[in-house]
């Protein structure tokens, strides 16, 4: 490759790499994060005012707001959401039922079982395996205070 080339290539390179601007992600982060817990407060304020307990108004919370991620995932509008927000929409509990939900739906052609069923935790496995696997770690070590009386 002569130099004129690799100019070429580097001019080529400059024009289709995305440029981020870091301030605005930021602020888009934040304002759809900040929307999803308002919303999320709004459920529990409702759910307060029909009488249940902090426990229960917060189950309740959570529950609708992983079924509005899976319908809004369904319907192929959480991606964009995704898209704009970033972090915001990615990191709340809806982030997470959208990355259960989007694999079913991508292989669902496959079948239920090798399709849904093989794929559903594509995404979320590992977090769910490492969370688990790491909490009981804690709990041993917990546990192992406990009975030396560290605790």
């Known amino acids: 490759m002569d ?9 080529y390179v400059k024009q289709v790499t995305p ?19 308002v919303i999320g407060q709004g459920i529990l304020n409702f759910a307060a005012s029909l009488g249940l307990d902090k426990q229960d108004a917060g189950g309740w ?15 192929n509008l959480y991606p964009s959401i995704v ?6 929409a990615l ?26 069923g093989c794929k559903i935790f594509t995404i979320a496995g590992p977090v769910i395996l490492f969370g688990i696997f790491s909490s009981w770690i804690f709990g041993l070590i917990y546990w192992a205070e406990k009975m030396l009386g560290m605790a």
């Open 3 to 11: 130099e004129k080339e690799k100019q070429e290539y580097e001019e």
């Open 19 to 37: 440029t981020h601007n870091l301030g605005l992600q930021m602020l888009r982060a934040f304002l759809v994060g900040g929307l999803i817990c």
């Open 61 to 75: 919370c959570s529950l609708i707001l992983v079924l509005c991620s899976v319908i809004l995932t369904g319907l």
């Open 83 to 88: 898209k704009w927000g970033g972090a915001g």
């Open 91 to 116: 990191v709340p509990i809806t982030g997470f039922a959208n990355s259960v939900a989007a694999p079913a739906i991508e292989f669902k052609k496959e079948g239920q079982v090798f399709g849904v």
